[in-house]
């Protein structure tokens, strides 16, 4: 028995050798190869993204379109003069040149409803006096720089200043304080109502004086208008009668400036 049991082991012997070399062996080859391959390196990323090395790829710039040639624009054309014609006096008229001569225009002398037509007879004289082409009119008013200071230094009374204005020496006065010298007075002498009719009746008169010379010249002129039979309904009714002084004194004043101008006035 104890042989057998002796027997039974060194038969064990060996093939416990033979596992545990066979281990070893599985667990050297298994080293082996994990040993012949390289270590791995992690791979981070760069700390300074502005560092990267990587070459971008370089801006296409784009490409620039060329300026169009203005075109040069049409040359301006000068306006052919207007023909003449036969008898037009408009085109074959000269142009007044030079320096007018500024008169001093003073307030119409006016009573009652006449009053209401002094500013109509005013602005035609005015307006007349712009046409001529050689004068100009300015109204005479107190406050004038010349008159107001000669008020005050009292080289002028207040009398003086006033109207009206009916007197030669008392204009001449006036003017020439004014700085001017020439002047223009005038007067509607006559308002008359006509109620039977029912009409008015004016009488105008209208002078221009130059004061230039040694001796002052006067250009007087002055006219009478009737308005036609039932014009004016009432003493105070003066659409009829504004219509015929306006006509009156666009009359009277062109006599004047002819007289004055040797009969160039229109």
Not at 16 to 36: E, K, N, P, W, Y
Not at 62 to 77: E, L, N, V
Not at 121 to 140: A, E, F, H, N, P
Not at 201 to 222: C, E, H, Q, R, W
């Amino acid at each position: 028995m104890h042989n057998s049991w002796h027997h039974r082991f060194s038969l064990a012997v060996p093939a416990r050798r033979l596992t545990l070399i066979a281990g070893l062996l599985i667990l050297a080859a298994g080293t082996g190869s994990v040993m012949a391959q390289p270590p791995t390196i992690p791979q981070f990323p760069p700390d300074n993204p502005t560092t990267d090395t990587t070459t971008a790829p370089r801006p296409v710039k784009p490409a620039m379109a060329k300026p169009a040639k203005a075109t040069p624009a049409p040359k301006a054309t000068k306006a052919a003069p207007p023909k003449k014609t036969k008898g037009d006096k408009k085109n074959d008229a000269k142009v007044p040149t030079g320096p007018k001569h500024v008169v001093l225009v003073f307030p119409v002398d006016a009573k009652g409803t006449g009053e209401q037509l002094s500013d109509i007879v005013t602005d035609v004289i005015k307006s007349r006096l712009s046409l001529s082409g050689k004068y100009s009119g300015i109204t005479y008013v107190t406050s004038i720089p010349a008159i107001r200071r000669s008020v005050s230094d009292q080289s002028l009374s207040q009398s003086e200043v006033q109207p009206p204005f009916t007197s030669r020496t008392k204009v001449q006065k006036l003017t020439t304080t004014a700085g001017y010298d020439m002047a223009i007075v005038s007067s509607l002498d006559q308002y008359e109502y006509n109620a039977d009719n029912q009409n008015v009746s004016i009488v105008l008169s209208i002078t221009m004086t130059d004061f230039t010379g040694s001796t002052p010249k006067n250009y007087t002129a002055a006219e009478t208008v009737t308005t036609a039979p039932k014009s004016a309904k009432s003493a105070t009714d003066t659409t009829a009668a504004e219509a015929a002084v306006r006509s009156l004194a666009e009359k009277i004043v062109v006599s004047v400036l002819n007289s004055a101008t040797g009969g160039t006035a229109k």
